[in-house]
């Protein structure tokens, strides 16, 4: 394992004010938006309520091993892709990108069908039609739809927090062009394409990097969930905790400084107005201007008297998840280990939404496994002599599977969750290694986190891994907006956006922008043109 020895831009501290804004959250919208307000001149004060700050980008470590907790692969980070040169921008070129080969995800289903898909859509297209070649004209039409859908929605969700960036009217078309995806199902659109089921499954077999089935999800967050991996996949070099440095970095840089360990307990509002912030210790911290990038619901939760009753948001939170923790000794790439993602259906039938478990009844194999191997990703990982490497295992569970022990604390929830969480790891891992049976011998360490563990180390409603659901009332809610009615507050983060590292960013870009509208549309304008190759 190679050991992390950068200067870290957050304490436990935090210094004498004023603060032009307090941002609070350190996932990657939080980190976002410090970042971007940084950049304007702003001095900004950043609070995290864990030891370390991330959110779900955040690593932790165990003797000779260290796994990031929610990153695994994230599009459009090259310099072709406006993400990719806004993080080089906001982190001062710190941040740095590994693409993990020519493919990305591997999809396999029951009687042995296996896909790949490569790293341009050029290949995707191919790829389907070598597997499907009746459905030619169901693979062009769909592909046409999700670039139709995903560039209308993200001119949409833009409009929200820049209508400078749009022309006279702009908002208007944007929400009228988008409202056509945004309100109809991933399954919706794939029924309306073609009557082939095990096409339908592989076109939305993808669901689980934003939480939502077929029939559950919006087809505009499925479209940009698709687009966003065209160009090919990539992972942080140094781990995912490089993004809190290099973004983190760019806060300290800037005057400004990240807290740990304080959690607020209150936003504070005068007459209509926030006026600062109080930790859970009775620290008062004053600030004007608050972007809050905790959740809709956590943030709601944060007001004393709430959100007016007649701007209530969307308040259904999307999956919680397991993940199976696994340090190895010996060379697993050699093994079966891809540095790809590999995902593991026992049916075709894609309305299945996750590991039906209950501590009251018998566990059976989880119709889904998500794989990865993060040290695979990683060019800087240094395996040692003893060829030390790192795969994690995920699924989705339901929260109420855990509900009887949301009261406890962290390490002292009993005896009789600790038997649950023994359970699951020996179903989990027997099931995992069916797939990966060489892999055996190399275990060396197994360590399960459960929806509690999220809950705990992210503050994340009924332990969601996504924040809100991804499903059209979600989209059509028209108060989820990074303007609340409060003066001075602004939500940010992948709630008034969509999950993922690119939801997060763009969610953090939004509040951010609101909350300066005139100098972030500035700052902006040169990154959106794509470079000249």
Known sequence: MTEDRRPRPWSHDIPDGPWDYIVIGTGIGGMVSAALLSKLGRRVLVLEQHNIPGGFTQ??????????????????????SYPGRLLKELTDG?????????VYDEFNFPDGFSIQLPDSQDGFRETLIDYF???????DEYLRLTRAAARSASKALQSRSMPRLLPPGGRKRAAEAANEYLQKTTAEVLESLTDDHRLRAVLSAQWGYYGATPARSSFAMHALM?????????????????????LLGTVEQAGGWTAVRRSVEEIMVRRGSVTGVRLSDGTEVAAKRIISAAGAIPTSDLLKDGLPADTETYREPGPAHLSLYLGFKGDIARHGAERYCQWYFDTWDMETEGWDISPDRPIEPSPVLFCSFPSLKDPSHDPGSEQRNTGEIITFVPWDAFARWSDTRWKKRGQSYDDFKEKLTEVM???????????????DHAEMSTPLSTNHFAASARGSIYGLGTTPDRFGDVSLLPRTPVKGLYLGGVDVSTPGIAGGLS??????????????????QPLMKRPKV
Do not use: C, N
């Open 59 to 80: 690593m932790f470590k165990r003797p000779g091993y260290r796994w990031d907790v929610g990153v695994h692969i994230v599009g459009e980070m090259s310099e072709m």
């Open 94 to 102: 710190r941040l740095e990108w590994e693409s993990v080969g020519a």
């Open 133 to 139: 070649p009746e459905e030619r004209g169901a693979i």
């Open 226 to 246: 698709v687009r966003h991996f065209l160009r090919g996949a990539y992972y942080p070099v140094g781990g995912s905790t490089s993004i809190a440095h290099g």
């Open 429 to 443: 891992l027997e099931q995992y290694l069916q797939h990966y049976p060489e892999l055996a011998s190399m275990i």
């Open 507 to 524: 969610g953090g870009v939004m509040a951010a922008v609101a909350a300066e509208p005139l100098k972030g549309a500035r700052f902006l």
